[in-house]
């Protein structure tokens, strides 16, 4: 899948050439900087790429009771019906993600009549479980609150609410947990298992958080400029990095299997991508450039459990 | 102000006894609304000019409704024809309060009819023109591109001639083809003869009123449109209308249940200070000669009457003078203290007082 935004500026080339899969009921997370194209890689899943941006080229295909369809191809009137439906987001601010105007009862309620037709009020008992089920306390009566009543944790389990009013076969969940404090990311990484245990869904999960990764996830996925540079089980990526950009991300953070003194910052910023170095992506900010030949190819991603996008390992 | 708060208090009564004998259960789920509207009152109450301004237009939109039933005379009661001493008669004379024109017909009651006839003019020509421009405005916010772009320069088309100078040129030249369509439509032409509070013979009289709400309309949509289109480029970026998206609505619904709602408080006010704006430009049109036709009078056709026997029957000018100015205040007051009170900055200070 390639996705570039038009700007005044030139083409950003925002996600270039990603492809993965996920599988019935695992967590997959997505990890890399900001601007890395986490975000816009999630989005083009269902479409819901804005003018300037523009999905270029790719498929999704997407298998349901055995047969396959492509999201992209799909017409805008179908797509919608599996938009919250079959695949639900949640984003990552909470306090704007919920319209001011409305209660969170009306809200969930209105989730739920979109994709089962009929009067929005009919669903408000429905809305009062649904809120049950994220473990919000009273529940009867927060259905009538309004968004600014609700603190950041609330608003949060609200929005999931939502997300999964339909039962979704497929949540993405895009930096969940980053708008609410660490108490809160546990209980709400904690009500994260809880609902695919019970609903079998498979999760999308975007994170900056390390420690969140090896907490939840099944598979990594590492991105870097728009690219996939590492695809790795979860336990495998943390104990051998071989990316040299996942290395650096791992000495970053405090690593929750290998103890170590000093966090490194990865040199360097993330690069233009109007127009994106040539060759590796990385290779500016890379300790182990290799000359003459980073900078010129593009790596390929392997093909086997553990893919790496480097020169190093070919 | 305890007054004040006791009248606002009876029309919310009144309000919601009449909305629960509709609807059952209404008045126990709105509960917190109501509560909301309440302070939203008392809010009101504490800002003078805003009480004035409301009781100034309540007095206006209540004589424009009733007023043809409370008019001592007709407006084509030309008392001159019996009695010629009625002939520009100043005010008190013969027991006329107000005075009279030069066909011996009452000023007070000429004013009173002029009120409908203002009314009349300004709801339907905001009635017609702010929608058509809210759904413009939405339209080319919402999707953006070639859709914004043309709907934003013909906008910008309409709002770079003046709007008195287009309302002069379609009010000249529409009212001949509408005076045609009046006589072959009788139906239409006695529905607006009641619209506007005149007899049906003289339905056929009112195609210059007709084609002045007709210009107005198509000179008042570009301002909604481009007002609203600014406030809906905000809101769209907003995570909420992308929540909204992915949870799968459709493009309308969004529009309208989401964005529309969060853009409107605004565009209310706007609303009220146009009101003001509709009436002075309309009285401007009748001013000159492109309004009311005789017999049927508004403000406007007053003044321009009065006009060339200035100051000798002074009281054709400043009676009507007087009207427009008190409902222009009243409508301009009102609008102040309506931003002020939807404006949540401020409105947190005024409900300190409350």
Not at chain 1, 287 to 301: H, N, Q, R, T
Not at chain 2, 245 to 255: D, T
Not at chain 2, 322 to 343: K, Q, Y
């Amino acid at each position: 899948m390639t996705v570039y935004f038009y700007t005044y500026a030139g083409v950003v080339k925002a996600v270039e050439n990603v492809s993965f899969e996920l599988y019935k009921g695992e967590v997959l997370a997505i990890v890399g900087e900001t601007g890395s194209g986490k975000s816009v890689t999630t989005r083009a899943i269902t479409k819901l790429i804005q003018p300037p941006g523009k999905i270029v080229s790719g498929s999704v295909i997407y298998r349901r009771d055995g047969e396959e369809v492509d999201l992209l191809k799909l017409p805008e009137e179908e797509l919608r019906k599996i938009r919250g439906a079959e695949i639900a987001y949640v984003f990552q601010d909470p306090s704007s993600a919920l319209d001011p105007l409305y209660t969170i009862g009306y809200q969930i309620a209105e989730a739920v009549a979109a994709h089962r037709g009929g009067k929005i009020k009919q669903y408000l008992s429905e809305a009062v479980n649904l809120l049950r089920n994220v473990l919000i306390p009273d529940p009867e009566s927060r259905v009538r609150a309004f968004p600014h009543q609700l603190s950041g944790g609330m608003k949060q389990r609200s929005v999931i609410a939502m997300a999964i009013s339909n039962r979704p076969r497929i949540l993405i969940a895009d930096e969940p947990t980053t708008a609410v404090d660490v108490t809160v990311q546990a209980q709400i990484l904690h009500l994260f298992k809880q609902l695919k245990e019970q609903l079998g869904m498979s999760i999308i999960f975007i994170t900056h958080n390390m420690g969140l990764v090896a907490e939840f996830a099944d598979r990594v996925i590492v991105m870097y400029g728009g690219k996939i540079v590492e695809e790795a089980p979860v336990m495998e990526l943390f104990q051998n990095p071989r990316h040299p950009y996942t290395q650096g991300l791992l000495r970053a953070v405090i690593n929750p299997i290998t103890p170590q003194g000093r966090l490194e910052p990865v040199p360097g910023t993330i690069p233009n991508l109007i127009n994106p170095p040539p060759g590796c992506r990385f290779h500016p900010r890379c300790p182990y450039v290799i000359k003459g030949k980073c900078e010129k190819e593009e790596p390929p991603l392997g093909n086997d459990n553990h893919k790496v996008a480097c020169w190093l390992y070919t | 102000m305890k007054i004040l708060d006791k009248v606002a208090d009876g029309f919310l009564w009144v309000l919601v006894t009449a909305i629960a004998l509709v609807r059952k259960d209404w008045y126990a789920k709105n509960k917190a609304r109501i509560e909301e509207w309440r302070l939203t009152l008392y809010a009101l109450n504490r800002s003078p000019t805003g009480v004035v301004g409301l009781f100034l237009v309540l007095g206006f939109v209540s004589v424009g409704v009733a007023g043809p039933f409370l008019a001592p005379y007709s407006y084509n009661q030309f008392l001159y024809l019996e009695r010629p001493e009625l002939y520009l008669v100043p005010p008190g004379a013969h027991g006329m309060p107000l005075g009279t024109d030069i066909y011996g017909r009452d000023v007070l009651s000429l004013l009173i009819y002029g009120a409908r006839v203002s009314l009349v003019i300004s709801v339907i020509t905001i009635a017609l023109g702010v929608p058509l421009g809210i759904l413009l405005g939405l339209l080319a916010g919402y999707y953006g591109g070639k859709v914004d772009e043309t709907i934003m320069r013909i906008t910008d088309i309409f709002l770079a001639f003046p709007a008195l100078v287009l309302a002069l040129a379609l009010a000249a030249t529409l009212p001949q083809r509408i005076r045609e369509f009046l006589i072959s439509e009788p139906a239409f032409a006695s529905l607006m003869a009641a619209v506007f509070g005149v007899s049906s013979e003289d339905a056929i009289h009112l195609a210059p009123l007709i084609s002045i709400f007709t210009a107005l309309i198509i000179v008042w949509w570009p301002m909604y449109a481009r007002v609203v289109r600014g406030m809906v480029l905000v809101e769209r970026e907003k995570t909420y209308v992308e929540a909204a998206k992915a949870l799968g609505y459709s493009s309308w619904r969004i529009m309208t249940r989401h964005i529309l709602p969060n853009v409107m408080s605004p565009v209310v006010v706007l609303v009220t200070f146009d009101f003001a704006t509709v009436n002075l430009l309309a009285a401007g049109l009748s001013f000159l000669g492109l309004g009311a036709q005789p017999p049927i009078v508004d403000w406007g056709s007053l003044i321009n009457m009065g006009g060339s026997r200035f100051p000798t029957a002074w009281w054709l000018v400043f009676f009507p003078g007087v009207a427009i100015f008190l409902t222009a205040l009243g409508w301009n007051l009102l609008g102040d203290a309506l931003r002020d009170v939807f404006d949540p900055r401020v409105r947190r200070r005024i409900e300190f007082k409350v």
